[in-house]
């Protein structure tokens, strides 16, 4: 099948600029002028920060404003199978052609000046967002937040904080307070922030910033609360209590984002039905996901195939937490991560919850973990290890040895994206 159009010139925009992350604002300035300042030409705008769950929520307000009959643009990144799912226009994902135009004005309006992939690309969905109407524009923060490429809004409806913990030290700070720091970026003055739950010294540091600021905080567990009772969802705040359905979402941390995207969409005055639609329609690939169809899994008759893209301890620990809620049933993981990742700390919390893990290499990935070291790493974490070919290979083997197990395919998107691609 021949390549859409627009992913031959994705690959050139990766030549623009050698580091494939370089945080700055300056290159996104630059070219937002020349292309005439769509950021300040948007829907209001719902920036999202955090370490975990920022897609969640993201698809939760999504889900929510449609709920209550708004339109809403929506940015997220990285996309699992092809480009073109980072960027929503008016709730829908942006076509080829529309995708091909931005693409080639925003190349040619930055004539070949150095610019990352990511930055470009942002800018395009702005253009985007900028030339077509909606309600709000909801932008998920790629990296960080202080200097991303979506931190260019001057003062938009509202920001959100999901949880923040340890991941992409060797860009935002090896200490969790100096990685809230980078998290806080987004705060802006006299913007009220919607904050989920935070470790004391993060929360401290994000208050710091919102009082500097003047950015009044809606914080969890000091003005709303969350959780789940009798099978339901419960969250109050100080204009009441809702009663809602647990999140389609599967997971106990889905209770937590719950509550963060029902902060947000209380705050910009939406209904109860608005807030049932946010727990109950969204969807959200790749995060616990329940493969149902494809040729992966008619491979595989037998079994439960599940598929999450989570990459750190914090992110190994919401999916034990996940897997032990389960209904009991042979649990085998087919793990594959980047050589970035702290691959131990997001094992340990699984080994528990797992017969063996079979590693492999993600495919057409340079920075990909060896499947020896990701072995080695799960035998460490106190988990028997087998390498294989591929996620196929992996889910033939362990099928072979036991038909009816649940198998996770986890460790990071980039596997997730491949495995999607592959199972069609």
């Not at 050698?18 to 769509?38: F, H, Q, Y």
């Not at 340990?348 to 072995?375: D, K, M």
Request: charged share 15%; net charge neutral.
């Amino acid at each position: 099948m021949t390549a859409p159009a627009s992913d031959i010139i994705l690959e050139r925009l990766m030549s623009l600029h050698p580091k494939v992350i370089d945080l700055t604002l300056d290159r996104v300035w630059r070219l937002l002028a020349a292309l005439g300042n769509p950021q300040t030409a948007l829907p209001p705008v719902i920036h999202i920060a955090g370490t975990n769950g920022k897609g969640s929520v993201l698809a939760m307000i999504r889900a929510g404003l449609e709920g209550a009959g708004q339109v809403a643009h929506a940015y997220t990144s990285p996309h699992l199978a092809r480009f073109h799912e980072r960027i929503r226009v008016a709730g829908d994902l942006i076509d080829e052609a529309a995708l091909l135009a931005l693409l080639t004005e925003c190349e040619a309006v930055n004539g070949g000046a150095p610019i990352t992939y990511f930055e470009i690309t942002t800018c395009a969905a702005l253009l985007a967002f900028a030339r077509t109407p909606a309600d709000y524009t909801l932008l998920e923060v790629g990296l960080g937040g202080r200097l991303d490429a979506t931190n260019v809004i001057a003062r938009p409806a509202l920001t959100v904080i999901t949880p923040v913990s340890i991941d992409h030290q060797h860009y935002l700070g090896e200490t969790l307070p100096e990685i809230a720091g980078e998290k806080a970026g987004i705060l802006k003055r006299g913007v009220p922030c919607v904050v989920g739950p935070q470790s004391p010294e993060g929360l401290e540091v994000i208050e710091a910033r919102a009082a500097r600021l003047g950015a009044p905080l809606i914080a969890h567990g000091q003005h709303w609360h969350v959780g789940a009772d009798r099978g339901r969802l419960i969250y109050q705040d100080e204009t009441g209590l809702l009663d809602l359905p647990l999140p389609n979402l599967p997971g106990p941390h889905q209770i937590d984002n719950a509550g963060i995207a029902i902060a947000a969409l209380r705050h910009l005055r939406l209904n109860e039905a608005a807030c049932e639609a946010a727990v109950s329609r969204a969807f959200w690939p790749a995060r616990m996901q329940r493969l149902r169809k494809g040729p992966l899994v008619d491979a595989a008759p037998g079994a439960e195939l599940w598929l999450d893209g989570g990459h750190n301890p914090s992110a190994g620990a919401a999916i034990a937490l996940t897997l032990a809620a389960l209904p009991p049933r042979p649990t085998w993981l087919i793990c594959g991560m980047l050589n970035t990742k702290d691959i131990g700390g997001y094992l340990r919390p699984l080994a528990a919850h797992a017969r063996a893990l079979y590693a492999v290499s993600i495919p057409n990935e340079a920075a990909t973990l060896p499947a020896a070291e990701t072995a080695r790493a799960a035998r460490a974490a106190g988990l028997a290890a087998h390498e294989a070919e591929s996620a196929a290979a992996a889910i033939a083997a362990i099928t072979r040895l036991e038909p009816a197990a649940r198998i996770l395919i986890c460790g990071s998107l980039y596997l997730a994206g491949s495995v999607l691609r592959e199972n069609g």
